[in-house]
């Protein structure tokens, strides 16, 4: 029997190194191995709305259950036709120019076709213009496609608000595309259409490709108002991304889709690439896409659930109540999405680690969070919650969070006593 030699392991792809994805990483890891032995955690890391009790609408599994009959052969590369009709039909209504069916990519998940999009796009060591925070697959997918992340600031003291002249500065004759996540995940921010027309003016100038994650469009709260980007962009080659999993509650299914928006001869070769990656993947989820009619132009479901006195709404109030009545939290309250992104503040802030206060309210408080820095930023002050448990559920997992940090604060008040 020979026995294992060390030089004969398998070796990874290097650049895996220098991707992070800790909302399933190795606090998430650990929560399971917690779990194992007879834990009962309260998970927020991830926006998952079928693990807090919510479902898809009845009238999509109904259009699932309706076409299944036909979901047996593969479908074209880009999508069912009539999924792809509707959802152009829905992009017309926007005013998204050029949207017709051929322009509309179906994947599974959004996930994947930000991976395609940008596998179609770059070459070795060009730059995409990624916000900071941002959600990590952005910044994974540019690196493993030999991209490289360039990060904009969202600035917490502007609202998590980009800066139009700092995304602008970062703009070097590598750079390819902006990044842009409306509403956006991890902070809630929803950038206003005066903002999103300086952002489209500076990628005119340079001839840059708009990449829009726009998959929380549905999902805002008070006087909010969404603009997409595509009817701003006109002509502009822009890539507008949406899906089933958040406002439609259905994150199992895996369906998403973008569409291609702008003067057809500037598109024409990007979009000759995606569909030739798109068929190497043969075609996506196909019974999930019998859905995206029903979900775009059949009955509202989010609605009721974010306006006052909807699930939503109570556990967004209930956060930003937590919050205020903290005196170790500072909050920018989410105008949209899923997910509130506090500041720890104080006393307890000095010498704050968010990972390793994340792994203590695993450890000893049974709650699972995500470390802010794993959004790419440089500080380690902040973490990001999902909104998805009802209320009463999050005020008790802030109370366990102000918990820690009075420990925190109380060590670090005497410390500085004895010194």
Same mark, same amino acid.
């Given at each position: 029997?020979?026995?294992?030699?060390?030089?004969?392991?398998?070796?990874?792809?290097?650049?895996?190194?220098?991707?992070?994805?800790?909302?399933? @990483?190795?606090?998430?890891?650990?929560?399971?191995?917690?779990?194992?032995?007879?834990?009962?955690?309260?998970?927020?890391?991830?926006?998952?709305?079928?693990?807090?009790?919510?479902?898809?609408?009845?009238?999509?599994?109904?259009?699932?259950?309706? @076409?299944?009959?036909?979901?047996?052969?593969?479908?074209?590369?880009?999508?069912?036709?009539?999924?792809?009709?509707?959802?152009?039909?829905?992009?017309?209504?926007?005013?998204?120019?050029?949207?017709?069916?051929?322009?509309?990519?179906?994947?599974? @998940?959004?996930?994947?076709?930000?991976?395609?999009?940008?596998?179609?796009?770059?070459?070795?060591?060009?730059?995409?213009?990624?916000?900071?925070?941002?959600?990590?697959?952005?910044?994974?997918?540019?690196?493993?496609?030999?991209?490289?992340?360039?990060?904009?600031?969202?600035?917490?003291?502007?609202?998590?608000?980009?800066?139009?002249?700092?995304?602008?500065?970062?703009?070097?004759?590598?750079?390819?595309?902006?990044?842009?996540?409306?509403?956006?995940?991890?902070?809630?921010?929803?950038?206003?259409?005066?903002?999103?027309?300086?952002?489209?003016?500076?990628?005119?100038?340079?001839?840059?490709?708009?990449?829009?994650?726009?998959?929380?469009?549905?999902?805002?709260?008070?006087?909010?108002?969404?603009?997409?980007?595509?009817?701003?962009?006109?002509?502009?080659?822009?890539?507008?991304?949406?899906?089933?999993?958040?406002?439609?509650?259905?994150?199992?299914?895996?369906?998403?889709?973008?569409?291609?928006?702008?003067?057809?001869?500037?598109?024409?070769?990007?979009?000759?690439?995606?569909?030739?990656?798109?068929?190497?993947?043969?075609?996506?989820?196909?019974?999930?896409?019998?859905?995206?009619?029903?979900?775009?132009?059949?009955?509202?479901?989010?609605?009721?659930?974010?306006?006052?006195?909807?699930?939503?709404?109570?556990?967004?109030?209930?956060?930003?109540?937590?919050?205020?009545?903290?005196?170790?939290?500072?909050?920018?309250?989410?105008?949209?999405?899923?997910?509130?992104?506090?500041?720890?503040?104080?006393?307890?802030?000095?010498?704050?680690?968010?990972?390793?206060?994340?792994?203590?309210?695993?450890?000893?408080?049974?709650?699972?969070?995500?470390?802010?820095?794993?959004?790419?930023?440089?500080?380690?002050?902040?973490?990001?919650?999902?909104?998805?448990?009802?209320?009463?559920?999050?005020?008790?997992?802030?109370?366990?969070?102000?918990?820690?940090?009075?420990?925190?604060?109380?060590?670090?008040?005497?410390?500085?006593?004895?010194?």
């Amino acid at each position: 029997m020979s026995t294992f030699n060390p030089r004969n392991k398998i070796a990874t792809r290097t650049r895996l190194t220098e991707v992070r994805y800790e909302i399933r @990483g190795e606090l998430a890891r650990r929560a399971r191995e917690l779990e194992g032995q007879g834990r009962k955690l309260i998970k927020l890391n991830i926006g998952n709305p079928g693990a807090f009790g919510f479902r898809a609408p009845e009238h999509l599994q109904a259009a699932i259950a309706g @076409g299944i009959a036909r979901t047996d052969p593969y479908t074209h590369q880009q999508g069912l036709p009539e999924a792809r009709e509707a959802i152009a039909a829905f992009h017309k209504q926007r005013g998204t120019p050029n949207a017709s069916p051929e322009r509309v990519f179906v994947g599974n @998940g959004v996930s994947e076709l930000i991976d395609i999009s940008l596998r179609a796009l770059l070459n070795p060591g060009e730059e995409v213009l990624v916000p900071s925070p941002d959600y990590p697959l952005w910044s994974a997918a540019t690196i493993l496609n030999d991209g490289r992340p360039v990060y904009y600031k969202c600035d917490r003291d502007n609202g998590f608000l980009p800066d139009p002249e700092q995304i602008e500065s970062l703009v070097s004759s590598r750079t390819r595309a902006i990044v842009l996540i409306n509403p956006n995940n991890p902070t809630g921010a929803n950038y206003p259409r005066a903002l999103l027309e300086r952002i489209v003016e500076i990628a005119r100038r340079y001839r840059l490709l708009l990449l829009v994650d726009e998959i929380y469009d549905g999902i805002l709260y008070d006087d909010a108002v969404f603009q997409p980007v595509a009817p701003l962009a006109g002509d502009l080659p822009c890539m507008s991304f949406g899906g089933l999993s958040k406002v439609h509650r259905a994150c199992g299914w895996r369906v998403g889709w973008a569409v291609l928006s702008g003067d057809p001869l500037a598109c024409g070769d990007f979009h000759h690439a995606l569909d030739l990656l798109g068929a190497l993947r043969l075609c996506a989820n196909v019974p999930g896409q019998f859905a995206i009619e029903q979900a775009l132009h059949g009955t509202d479901t989010i609605g009721a659930l974010v306006r006052p006195g909807g699930r939503l709404h109570d556990t967004r109030k209930a956060l930003i109540e937590s919050c205020a009545a903290s005196p170790h939290l500072s909050l920018v309250p989410p105008a949209g999405a899923l997910y509130g992104f506090p500041r720890v503040v104080g006393a307890a802030a000095q010498g704050f680690d968010d990972h390793e206060f994340a792994l203590e309210m695993l450890e000893q408080e049974d709650v699972l969070i995500v470390p802010g820095t794993s959004f790419n930023v440089p500080y380690r002050d902040h973490f990001r919650v999902t909104l998805l448990p009802e209320a009463p559920m999050l005020r008790e997992v802030f109370t366990r969070i102000d918990r820690v940090l009075t420990r925190r604060a109380e060590r670090t008040q005497r410390q500085s006593a004895v010194a």
